[in-house]
């Protein structure tokens, strides 16, 4: 009875901040609630026994999605006409609410109306001891359904490709991203000093323990992706180069090392098969390739196309 | 015996929490809500990290609440400075013995 | 003890609909973004909870990872608000070269 | 009275997010704020999908959503990533947050102070 109370008051809040960051008028303000939605969502997971996904959202969602919409925000708002006085509601409005309230309310129906459930769990469990991971959703991931995550690997790549496309000419083959200044021993500089080695710590543990309990290459990876952000903007570090050769190898070498192992699977069977009794290892290896690649593909995804450096 | 001493722990930490909301709420300015946050709510947090301390089954998990609050007083600690050279400075005139603000100029009040 | 902590759990939110409201009252961009941080340590708090009240104490590594990328959002905020989001809110002196920088090319 | 499950409490509030989502979507002129709705769009998704699989507590969660669950958010991210990059570049090309087409006056945001 306490556990539905605390659902429901759960549930109620991601609303309230769900729907704040759709109907609030200022659009600093809605970027606020999304990223307090994110941490909420990130509970959720956690009520419906997801702690991998809970560990994914409170990574992304309330995390990196954040410095993203932030950064974008004050580079819009900057350049963007005076803002139009809002009006009543209109029809375009009204019929867009009742078009979406029958939408919301239709799926609402299908899923109470849902078939017995015949879930997978089984399945995945009868055939964990030959996936080379401990904890079913890395089996998942990395073995059972690889193809997901390969190419969602490559789809991380496509996307730093369109926003590295964003560039001007001039700007070609410099520095991903505006170049952050601060005060040298400030608050910010300090802060940035401290967090780093903890967070690698961190990342590097959801990696490891990612073959056995919740966690694996994309949170670790996330989390490393942070880390390497908070030291850019604390002005510790500077963002590479796109042209860098280092950066364009730790951008690649994790899809093609799970690639060729896919296809290296061929001869021991099938494509994207791990033969179990290497599993293990082979796992944890394209585990770790998959982590800095992720690492370096996010934190570039957030830091941008590259820019003209300036003048000193 | 040690269930006892997470109740009484970990309630507290709560009726900080709540304190912590409460001044968010009713503190007049950005700034006294400023103190209301960092100061009552990691408090809040120790507390309830400290009455599951006694709970946990191994010695990781200890070390991962300690570090949970440790990071938790790191981020408030830096973002509380931070935020606060930024806010606006109209909020200081109501605020005698606050520090001077040394680089607040209104910007966050534009957008 | 399990219902104990969903209940504290369940006030842990209550308190942090209380930030919510802060943020969509403002007034200042400061406001928004410090009850935002707020409900960054209620919900790790919320977790710790939860871990406590199911016993699944791998949820403590979510808590770790929310603690750990709390500060990430309000840095980003105060970069954002000098410059093109990567001035030094520290600095006056970089502060007018960032606004300088930031006229129109 | 039964106590609601959890399944069927998410399940139901991912349903909503759906729809809060898309009238965001269609409303909003301002680009960003589109991204925004499309992002609780998403969130809505996942969340049904999550909830639905779990209706039976007792069996565990499913690792297969999960696994797929988990490729959505980080695939979400780089599209959001990629259309905020977009949005920037138009920004500063066309000195506006919006689309043309979309310049009539409609709900529209501001900082107020």
């Known amino acids: 009875m306490i556990a539905s109370l605390f659902d429901l008051t759960l549930c109620l809040l991601i609303l309230a901040a769900a729907g704040a960051a759709v109907f609030g008028r200022a659009a600093f303000m809605a970027v606020v609630f999304f990223i307090v939605y994110g941490i909420l969502i990130a509970i959720a997971w956690l009520r419906l026994g997801a702690i991998d996904v809970a560990l994914a959202e409170a990574a992304i969602g309330a995390g990196l999605t954040g410095v993203l919409l932030l950064a974008a925000l004050a580079r819009i708002t900057r350049r963007i006409d005076a803002p139009e006085p809002s009006t009543g509601p209109d029809r375009t409005t009204l019929a867009t609410a009742l078009a979406s309230l029958v939408i919301a309310s239709a799926i609402a129906f299908a899923f109470l109306t849902l078939p017995e459930p015949q879930g997978l769990q089984e399945r995945v469990a009868e055939n964990l001891a030959d996936a080379g991971a401990e904890n079913p959703v890395t089996a998942v991931l990395l073995n059972f359904r690889g193809w997901d995550t390969l190419l969602e690997s490559i789809v991380l790549l496509a996307a730093l490709l369109g926003i590295w496309t964003l560039a001007r000419d001039e700007a070609w083959g410099g520095r991903a991203g505006p170049r952050h200044v601060t005060r040298p021993g400030g608050v910010l500089a300090q802060f940035g000093r401290v967090l780093p080695p903890i967070g690698l710590l961190v990342g590097i543990y959801l990696v490891w323990a990612g073959s056995k309990q919740p966690g694996g290459a994309f949170q670790g990876g996330t989390v490393l992706a942070a880390v390497w952000i908070v030291t850019i903007m604390a002005g510790l570090m500077q963002a590479p180069r796109v042209a860098d050769r280092a950066l364009r190898a730790a951008l690649v070498i994790g899809p093609v090392i799970f690639l060729a192992l896919a296809v290296a699977g061929v001869v021991a069977g099938a494509f994207l098969v791990f033969p179990p009794v290497h599993a293990g290892w082979l796992i944890l290896a394209v585990e770790a390739v998959l982590t800095l690649s992720i690492a370096v593909t996010l934190a570039m995804l957030v830091f941008g196309p590259p820019e003209e450096e300036e003048k000193p | ?111 | 003890m399990s219902s104990w902590y969903l209940l504290l759990a369940t006030g842990l939110l209550l308190t942090i609909g209380g930030a919510l409201w802060r943020v969509w009252r403002g007034p200042d961009q400061a406001d928004r973004m410090m009850a935002a941080q707020l409900v960054g340590t209620g919900g790790v708090a919320t977790i710790l909870l939860l871990a406590a009240a199911t016993g699944e104490w791998a949820m403590l590594d979510v808590a770790l990872v929310l603690a750990l990328l709390a500060a990430l959002a309000a840095i980003a905020f105060v970069k954002s608000v000098r410059g093109a989001g990567h001035g030094d809110p520290e600095d006056e002196a970089q502060n007018d070269a960032a606004r300088a920088d930031e006229a129109p090319r | 009275m039964i106590a609601p499950s959890a399944s069927l409490l998410y399940g139901l509030c991912g349903a909503a997010l759906i729809g809060l989502g898309l009238y965001g979507f269609v409303v909003h002129r301002r680009l960003i704020r589109r991204v925004l709705a499309f992002n609780v769009i998403g969130s809505g998704i996942f969340l049904l999908f999550g909830a639905s699989s779990y209706r039976d507590p007792a069996a565990g969660a499913d690792p297969v959503p999960q696994a797929m669950i988990i490729t959505g958010i980080v695939v979400a991210l780089s599209a959001t990533a990629l259309a905020l990059a977009l949005i920037v570049a138009y920004a500063r090309l066309a000195q506006s947050g919006a689309l043309p087409e979309d310049a009539a006056p409609g709900a529209d945001d501001e900082d107020r102070p």
């Open chain 2, 1 to 111: 015996m040690s269930d006892l001493f997470t109740i009484v722990m970990t309630a507290s930490g709560l009726v900080f929490f709540a304190a912590g909301t409460l001044g968010l709420i009713r503190f007049p300015d950005t700034h006294s809500r400023l103190h209301a946050l960092t100061k009552a709510d990691n408090l809040g947090l120790g507390l309830i990290a400290l009455g599951l301390a006694v709970q946990v089954p191994g010695l990781a998990d200890l070390f991962k609440l300690v570090l949970i609050w440790a990071l938790a007083i790191l981020a408030a600690g830096a973002t509380a400075q931070l935020v606060a050279r930024i806010a606006a400075p109209a909020d200081l005139g109501e605020e005698p013995q606050s520090p001077p603000d040394e680089t607040g100029d209104g910007e966050t009040r534009r957008t």
